[in-house]
């Protein structure tokens, strides 16, 4: 008796991945994933990933922010990266603006009229009287991309 096993065939290149995360393949690191559960859940956590290039780090990581609908952004290193490129990328990700020019109006406007006939002659008396007002605030100093700022903004888009 033989048996037959109902075999789904892969693209080759989507089981060795040496430049893409694996999908097809990915095997589940329990205890990897439990630390992960536990400092994913500490708000402000910060979570650093490292080891040998290829050994999984990035397919681990996207595997548990996917499984858990995570939002995330990522950077890239290298031996040249700087603490200030890291900085400047995720607000490049973020694609964060902040307003550079603040405007503020006020107008108000009154108007009054006396109207009055006497013995056929009319006379009417009228004053209107505006005034408008204009504030505007400019930076002096361009904001600071610091890291702080960087969490901040992160943590209103819910992005890790």
């Not at 290039?53 to 858990?68: D, H, M």
């Not at 995330?72 to 550079?100: H, M, W």
């Not at 109006?105 to 008396?125: H, M």
Request: proline letters at 4%; hydrophobic letters at 30%.
């Amino acid at each position: 008796m033989v048996e037959h096993f109902n075999i789904h065939p892969i693209d080759v290149h989507k089981v060795f991945t040496p430049t893409v995360c694996a999908t097809h393949n990915y095997i589940t690191r329990n205890k990897l994933e439990e630390q992960m559960d536990i400092n994913f859940s500490i708000p402000g956590m910060q979570v650093v990933v490292y080891g040998h290039s290829g050994s999984g780090k990035t397919t681990i990581v996207k595997s548990y922010l996917s499984r858990n609908n995570i939002k995330s952004i990522t950077t890239k290193c290298e031996t040249s990266t700087r603490y200030n490129d890291i900085i400047s990328d995720g607000f490049d990700q973020l694609n964060a603006f902040v307003p550079e020019r603040r405007t503020h109006s006020r107008s108000s406007q009154w108007t009054s009229s006396l109207k009055r006939e006497y013995k056929g002659i009319q006379a009417q008396l009228s004053n209107t009287q505006t005034s408008s007002q204009t504030e505007t605030d400019i930076r002096i100093i361009p904001p600071q991309l610091t890291s702080s700022r960087l969490a901040k903004m992160m943590g209103a888009s819910q992005l890790v």
